[in-house]
């Protein structure tokens, strides 16, 4: 382990990455990179307890990795990895299971968002979902955790989890992580109301093409309390206006803020602004995605070898658990 520790992360193949894994998550694996030793796994078992149908599950871990290796994920040094490749989580998963009273995971609102969302399929494996999760934390023995905040209540119950594993057992094999967020941990999407998604289609793709980009920002909500091209508009409740703080240079923010509140500018012409600044942003990630893309074999062979060694961490963490427990 490096001097300052270990970073794990993980999240769904929900396929090509939006803006909001972007800014959520993303860029924060990618900036930790140059001081810990990190670990980005493509959680497709948690994928499982919401699909409908498996048939994409494959194609789109690979894009989810290409958008990784694109924003300037590193795999000489850092581990991109697919979770059910090392099976050894699953395992982790039911001994953690034994420590976690069912009441604390129906009662996190996670979980009940999720009831909400999919009342047809409350399957056993989304109450454990938050279980399987801390097994993959403290599977690789990471004490940081980069995740957007609707990761919270999943962070502070993996910190339960850990300690009342460490209680029971009368050990210290397992690490407490801590959550670290980025500046910008709940990107909203472009509907102006709901965090940005994929399942409720109010995202913006990192790699979209400009055209696509284009139209995605000319449909985002502003103040609804804009009606016409004179009212005056509140920055400060435009979800355009946030990205604009992200995208655009402190002068045109600047600008903006001062230009809106007086009806100077409108909203088509502050969101054109922002279509170029986030496609001149995303071009470089769009160029290395295009060159990864010539090749498929690149990035198999990267979450091949990212599964090599992650294995290696696992096989070696799961001796220490059969033990303290008392396996044989
Ligand atoms: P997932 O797949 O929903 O999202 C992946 C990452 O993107 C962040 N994110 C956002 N951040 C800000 N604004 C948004 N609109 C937005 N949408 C997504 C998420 O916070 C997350 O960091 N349970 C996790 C996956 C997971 C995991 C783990 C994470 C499984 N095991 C172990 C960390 C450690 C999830 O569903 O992420």
Known sequence: MTP?????????????QHLGNYLGAIQNYV??????????????????TTLESTEDLRQNSVEMALDWLAAGIRPEETIMFIQSQVPEVTELHT?????????????????????????????????????????DIVLYKANLVPVGVDQAPHLEFAREVVRSFNYRFKTNVLIEPEM????????????????????????????????????????????????????????EVCNVFSFHKVFSTPQQVQEIDRECRIAGIGCV???????????????????????LSRDPQFVLDVLQNGKERAALIARQTMAEVRDAVGLP
């Open 4 to 16: 300052k520790g270990r970073v794990f992360s993980g999240a769904r193949p929900t396929g090509r």
């Open 269 to 291: 012409d502050c969101k054109k602004i922002l279509v170029e600044n986030l496609n001149r942003h995303l071009e470089p990630f769009r160029h290395r995605r295009a060159e």
């Open 31 to 48: 900036a930790l990179q140059d001081e810990y030793e990190c670990i980005y796994c493509i959680v497709d078992l948690h994928a499982l």
């Open 180 to 235: 670290i967020s980025t500046e910008y941990p709940k990107v909203i999407g472009i509907d102006g109301v709901q965090k940005m998604s994929k399942s409720l289609n109010n995202h913006i793709e990192l790699a979209a093409t400009p055209a696509e980009t284009r139209q995605k920002v000319m449909q985002m909500v502003t103040d609804p309390q804009r009606k016409r091209r004179s009212d005056p508009g509140r920055p």
């Open 95 to 135: 001994i953690l299971s034994m420590v976690t009273p069912l009441g604390k995971l129906t009662d996190l609102p996670t979980f009940k968002e999720k009831v909400r969302q999919q009342p047809h399929n409350v399957n056993y494996g989304l109450v454990g979902y938050p279980v399987l999760m801390t097994a």
